[in-house]
Each structure stands twice: as structure tokens, then as C-alpha cells.
């Protein structure tokens, strides 16, 4: 799977924040937020993809706060069935 298509301008992307101590404090919010910026102002990415476990109701909240929807797309597979796929529009992208 490609991670980043420059030609069809998508990219998929995963954070792990495996210091509990840094969890609930907004270091995924900001890393996501930083990564969004970088991908869509340099690459011009306009369709950024992720699964997450349905079972992580922080992280959905955290990725519905920056404006990551639940849905589907032709470049993402979830591997297993409790992944869910959200995708970000970059031009809705403040």
C-alpha cells in the first residue's frame, strides 16, 4: 500500500502515542494538525486517511475535532474488522 500518492493525492496516516503520560494532553491533536498542514501545503495532498479501532473513542473524537470523518476509500483497506476508516478533506482544512 502506498503511504503517500502524489499523483492521485491522498496519503494514509497512523499515530501511536505510546507514553500514557503525553495521553489526554493534545500531543495527537497537535501532531496531527502539524502533519495535515505539511502534507496539504507541500504536497498538496487533498485526502488524508486513516483507520481507527471503533473502540478508541478518544482518538475518533480527537480525529472528528480536526475535522475527520467516517468512510471509505479506494486507496484504504481496513485489515480487520474493527477498524474504522476516516478520511479528512485538506480543502476543508482550516
Known amino acids: 500500500m502506498n503511504l503517500c500518492n502524489l499523483k492521485h493525492k491522498y496519503a494514509v496516516m497512523g499515530i501511536l ?3 500514557q503520560s ?3 494532553k493534545g500531543a495527537a491533536l497537535e501532531v496531527i494538525n502539524a502533519s495535515v498542514k505539511y502534507l496539504k501545503d507541500k504536497y498538496l495532498i487533498e485526502e488524508i486517511i486513516l483507520g481507527v479501532k471503533e473502540n478508541n473513542i478518544s ?3 480527537a ?3 480536526i475535522g475527520f ?3 471509505s476509500s479506494k486507496y484504504f483497506k481496513e485489515e480487520s474488522s474493527n477498524v474504522l476508516t476516516m478520511i479528512l478533506n485538506t480543502k476543508s482544512f482550516g
Open 17 to 19: 502515542i505510546r507514553e
Open 22 to 24: 503525553w495521553w489526554g
Open 59 to 61: 482518538a475518533i473524537k
Open 63 to 65: 480525529y472528528q475535532k
Open 69 to 71: 470523518n467516517f468512510g
